[in-house]
Structures are given as C-alpha cells and as structure tokens.
C-alpha cells in the first residue's frame, strides 16, 4: 500500500505517461503486476484525475483477512 501512495505522491514524475508504460507493458505480456490495495485503483485514479488505462484493470479480486491469511498459509 505504501508504494502505490508514494507514487501517487508524486503526479509530477509518475504522470499518466508513466502509467501508460506500465499498461502497454501489461498488453504486451512483458509485465504482470499485482497490486494489493485497499481500494480499487480507479477510485485512485479519480481521486488524483489520472486518465491512463492502467486504472481500468481487468481483473480485481477482493479478499477478506481470512482469505489473505490463509493464502499466506499456504504459500
């Protein structure tokens, strides 16, 4: 959490072109990324009025601590 907060910190070197990279990298299969969050990244997006696609994940799974614990378990 801390990591996706220090970026959003920053808007002036972490821009919507950064996160563009992030997604074309994404589609092209030359990047998977997971990000745990405690709110969806478009509500990130909205706060901060970032534009890029990178905000518009596909996939989001949200879990409850058990589910967290338990996946850590069995890691």
Do not use: W
């Amino acid at each position: 959490m801390r990591c996706v907060q220090s970026l959003l910190k920053y808007p002036d070197k972490f821009d919507n072109g950064f996160y563009d990279n992030l997604r074309s990298l994404m589609d092209s299969n030359a990047l998977m990324l997971v990000v745990a969050s405690r709110k969806q990244l478009d509500v990130y997006a909205n706060e901060h009025r970032f534009v890029s696609s990178f905000f518009n994940i596909g996939h989001t799974i949200s879990l409850n601590a058990y589910q967290v614990a338990l996946k850590l378990v069995l890691l």
